[in-house]
């Protein structure tokens, strides 16, 4: 019975852990941190749900070993993923610029909820039932049974 316990204890303990190996890390933590924070906006070519430092495949050790060559070399972070984006194609950037063609994959979700929201509110105003007007003999009927209930 205890071993259920410990094997749910030992499930949390095993979470995921950064795939940054220590020969990778920086001696100037300041490079590091910088590393650490472009690494997080580049997703893994192999993987796709993860970012390059917390990714164990081959591929993400080579682009985090560029990443900090070129901030190594003195470049700026947006020259560093400039760089990367050149050879790996804007696939590799978690959130891509919201220019050119992607400005329409931008802008296609928020108005295809306009339209539908429109489309719904059309609808739901052409389905709103008519009202008639009572004839005399059904308003004095009506009047008869409201009294009925009054009392």
């Known amino acids: ?5 410990t094997l749910g204890l030992l ?3 095993a979470g995921p852990a950064a795939a940054v ?13 910088r590393a650490r924070e ?9 993987c796709q ?3 390059i430092d917390d990714s164990n495949a081959s591929v993400s050790r080579d682009l985090r070993l560029l990443v900090r060559e070129r901030l190594k070399a003195g470049d700026s972070d947006g020259a560093v993923l400039d760089y990367i ?16 063609a992607n400005l329409v994959l931008w802008l296609i979700g928020p108005a295809v909820a306009l339209v539908a ?4 509110l059309l609808y739901m ?9 009572l004839t005399p003999e059904e308003e004095a009927a009506l009047q008869e049974l409201l009294k009925k209930t009054d009392a």
């Open 1 to 5: 019975m205890r071993l259920l316990p």
């Open 11 to 13: 499930a949390l303990l």
């Open 21 to 33: 190996q220590p020969d990778e890390i920086l001696d100037d933590p300041a490079l590091e941190s």
């Open 38 to 46: 472009l690494s997080k906006v580049l997703r893994c070519p192999v």
């Open 49 to 51: 749900g993860e970012n």
């Open 85 to 100: 984006t050149d050879r790996y194609g804007e696939y590799v950037l978690f959130e891509p610029d919201n220019r050119g």
């Open 117 to 120: 929201l429109g489309g719904g």
């Open 125 to 133: 105003r052409r389905k709103r039932p008519e009202v008639a007007d």
